[in-house]
RNA sequence: GGUCCCAUCGUCUAGUGGCCUAGGACACUGGCCUCUCACGCCGGUAACACGGGUUCGAGUCCCGUUGGGAUCACCA
């Protein structure tokens, strides 16, 4: 019987739900529904002064947005001090860690000498062999590093990585108020939580060895590692605000569908051949840590934007009905709590949904569906609203009159008599309804818009095209 | 600066020594479709960073150079 494999999500909550942040949690959480795996959210929040509440449930909100549902947690590390306090007076009665009096001020006087002098920025042990304790100060804990020898870490995606324990720093595990630190409560949580694979961003690389070295104290079993490369910005830097939005949400609000944001993430670092637009099914049975890659990936928005329209394209009606209605509220469409007739809205979005690229894109286009009035387009309004085609809408509102029941038939043989009529091309009568109706020149298809708009809205709004044409010439 | 990681079109990537005259996708672009726009379809521009090896043969293996990134906190 093989062991369970177990993974987890540990961001801290000093910030929204970032890009990269998704990108860990989204490749954790595949991994595990890959192999029918436990997904544990962790909250590393020992650092009181910078994590809030808020955070954490704007991850939680982040994470649950692009559906990544975890089995066991959120833990938070706040609640389970006692725990890592205890791991912390272990290594200190084995004689693996002691205290340390030294001064932030001090510590920070001997790191600047040795970026100067070109040495390591490393600890100089000045407290390791200490036996008696310095009084009024109280100290942290270190842990005392091995200096000899090497450390390897055996990475599923960066290979075999040697670091020389002669690099490694006497960490501190124990602040000086008594509360831990990263390195000693990743440790200790990743054993307690019996995590198997350690998934995280490759910034983590260079602790990796620190830890092994932790867990080998403790008497601990090394999880596997594997360690996923950077997002990065256009100009190659980090992922940071310069860029644009980071955070998770941020594309929710710009008319992002999460699976698109997903989708996109993932082909970020991985690959399953060709295959650009994965479903949720699909990603879960074909993602593995073999095809993920060893390069640092640059977020480019115009892919993303692509992938949303793909989404929005293959997206059910009823499903965008729903989504773009906030939409349609903040583009100032419709009031807050105004009903919709739903199986219209559908067919509009129908005509839409192909076209536009964002849901803000898409709640902008059922503008002249769903107000009284078009403004129009100067320059559509001069080229097209002419006194040569008004006869030419005089015919179009007469023919549309006479329909009973509209239909794509029906209207098209009134848009083709009204041509053949006046023997010009359909174009020359559609461009022109086009602009009365829409007060554009790019629309869905004319018949399409007559049916949206229904025979009255269509007629009123050709007529007062009409009005228009007279009043200016 | 020390250490570590990385290196195929502008970008995301396929490629695991012969299938590569290097494939796909975004973006850009020519055309088709067409009532406009879009979708779609057909085509185009565009890359193995450089230098040494190894090999009958290298984008693929090794070394070096260059370039980029990460990290070196009483942050995580």
Redesign the pocket.
């Known amino acids: 019987m093989t062991e369970e494999i177990r993974v987890r999500f ?3 909550p ?1 910030g929204h739900l970032h890009i990269g942040g998704a990108r860990t949690a989204l490749f954790n959480w595949l991994y595990a529904r890959h192999n029918n795996a436990k997904f544990v959210l962790r909250i ?4 009181r ?3 809030t509440d808020e955070y954490i449930d704007a991850i939680l909100e982040g994470m649950k947005w692009l559906g990544l549902d975890c089995d066991e947690g959120p833990f938070r ?1 706040t609640d389970r001090f006692a725990v890592y306090n205890s791991y912390a007076d272990k290594l200190l009665e084995q004689g693996r860690a002691y205290h ?5 001020e001090e ?2 006087a001997a ?1 600047k000498k ?2 100067i002098e ?6 100089n042990g000045k407290c390791r062999g200490l036996k008696n304790p310095v009084e009024g ?4 804990v270190r842990f005392a590093m091995p200096q000899e020898g090497s450390t390897a870490v055996q990475d599923l ?8 324990n002669e ?1 490694l ?1 006497d ?2 595990i124990r ?3 008594g ?5 000693l ?2 440790v200790v949580d990743d054993v307690d939580m019996h995590i198997t694979h350690v998934i995280r961003g ?6 990796t060895p620190r830890q092994i070295q932790l867990y080998q104290a403790l008497g601990y079993e090394i999880p596997k590692f594997a ?1 996923l ?2 997002i ?1 910005g ?5 992922l940071s605000k310069r860029h644009g939005a980071t955070s998770v949400m941020a594309y929710q609000e710009m008319g992002y569908l999460p699976e698109a944001l997903v989708n996109y993430l993932v ?5 399953y ?4 637009v994965f479903s949720m099914e699909e990603l879960v049975e074909h993602f593995s840590l ?2 993920v ?8 928005p ?2 993303l ?3 949303n ?2 989404y929005i ?1 293959k997206s059910d009606p009823s499903k965008l009905a729903e989504l773009v209605i906030p939409f349609l509220v903040k583009e100032g469409i419709i009031q807050d709590g105004q009903e919709l007739d739903m199986p219209w809205l559908c067919s509009a979005i129908i005509t839409q949904q ?3 690229k964002t849901l803000i894109e898409l709640a902008q286009s059922l503008s002249y569906y769903i107000e009284e009035d078009v403004q129009y387009d100067e320059k559509a309004k001069n080229k097209f609203l002419t006194l040569e085609s008004r006869p030419l809408l005089k015919a179009l509102i007469d023919g549309l009159e006479m329909i009973d029941d509209l239909s794509a038939e029906s209207v ?1 043989a009134v848009f083709n008599e009204v041509a053949e009529k006046h023997e010009v ?3 020359k ?3 022109p ?2 602009v009365a109706f829409t007060g554009i ?8 818009i007559v049916i949206i708009l229904g025979k009255e809205k269509s007629v009123r709004r050709l007529r007062k095209a009409m009005e228009g044409i007279s009043e200016n010439e």
């Open positions: 540990a961001p801290s000093t590393e929040d020992t650092d002064a910078r994590s590390q340390c009096y030294c001064s932030p510590l920070d790191r040795a970026m070109g040495r390591a920025l490393k600890y100060i109280s100290p942290v995606i960066k290979g075999v990585v040697e670091f020389d690099q720093d960490l501190i602040r000086s108020d509360t831990p630190t990263y390195n409560t990743v490759d910034d983590h690389l260079n602790n360690h490369p950077m990065l256009a100009d190659k830097a980090r082909r970020l670092g991985w690959s051949g060709d295959q650009e073999e095809n890659g060893k390069a640092a990936a640059i977020f480019n115009e892919k934007l692509w992938m329209s793909q394209i192909e076209r536009q098209e091309k359909l174009g009568v559609a461009q309804a086009r020149t790019k629309s869905p298809g004319i018949f399409d």
